[in-house]
């Protein structure tokens, strides 16, 4: 009795933590009704384009990779918050950087996985021509199969980033546990989950882009030389500013990086780890021009993956 008395009057007992996570409940809701309005209305709209999307989504989530992928991310990310970083009083801004980076290569591995399976293997094993020979279009084909990889890597997302948030929120706490300093307010966890948001909002949108140029290459590629180039993209997309900016004297190596810039993703862009380790938020305005750039990247890859696919000989 003697000691649980201090304990108390040390917080150590405090939940202010979990007050905050009613965000987090609420953004899960959101982000799940959304896939649901977005399903419901392909199937107001175009039902042949639903039926695509929802078959390949299900072979998706029928995948072991995708359970695998699941179970591991949620063993780290309830790990995250006891590793001991040994930054001196910057573990959480350690936490909030590896989970997006951890939940953000998870997707984008079962983007292409799924793309690859869903996609050239339908087409290598005659499945793509026996659905083609119905009333189903090959644009319908693509978008629904497109549609159909986004669906499980959001629903990984939904997952991962709300235990994540989950558990950020409770690394503020036991970070001050650690550093014998007043425990944590709930504005204070409140303010850590709404600042990584956007990273993983940031992520979702990186990991779409990649998995149009996965669906893009899957309709002439198998799935070995899918997984290299994509992540071959993914390197140089993350330094293809690196290579505008480093070589300007040279007029061959400068036109090579302008090339790079142009033709691959600025997914640097979509990094948000220098906000996250100075605290700043990012804007609403930078979320929606990112946005928009995801949305007409995305759509160029569609209509490439479009005219590599129209002429494919699938007998």
Known sequence: MHTVVPLLAAGAFSFNWIKPLWIVAAGAAAATAAMYAIYYLLMLFSPKVAAITRTAAKEAWA???????????????LLAPFIPYNTFGEDVKMVKDTGV??????SIVLAVWTASVSVAEEIEG???????????????????????????????????????LCAVSYKVKHESRESSTPDPTVAECQREIVQ?????????????????????????????????????????????????????ESRLVSFFGQFIAIAVPNLDDFN????????????????????????LYSLAAMVVALLLFEDRDLA
């Open 196 to 248: 990584i948001v956007p990273g993983l909002v940031l992520a979702f949108m990186e990991t779409v882009m990649l998995a149009s140029i996965a669906v893009a290459l899957s309709t002439r590629l198998s799935m070995l030389p899918n997984l290299v180039i994509c992540a071959t993209i993914y390197v140089l997309g993350h330094l293809a500013p690196l290579f505008a900016n480093a070589f300007r």
């Open 63 to 77: 995948q072991p990779l995708f359970w695998v992928e699941m179970a591991l991310g949620v063993v780290l990310i």
């Open 272 to 295: 948000i780890q220098a906000a996250v380790s100075t605290g700043r938020s990012v804007p609403l305005l930078y979320l929606g021009w990112a946005a928009i750039y995801c949305a």
């Open 101 to 106: 980076t951890l939940i953000l290569v998870l």
């Open 126 to 164: 005659r499945t793509a021509l026996t659905l083609l020979s119905k009333p189903v279009g090959r644009r319908q084909f693509i978008f629904g199969k497109f549609l159909g990889v986004i669906a499980p890597v959001l629903s990984m997302f939904i997952v991962l980033g709300a235990l994540f």
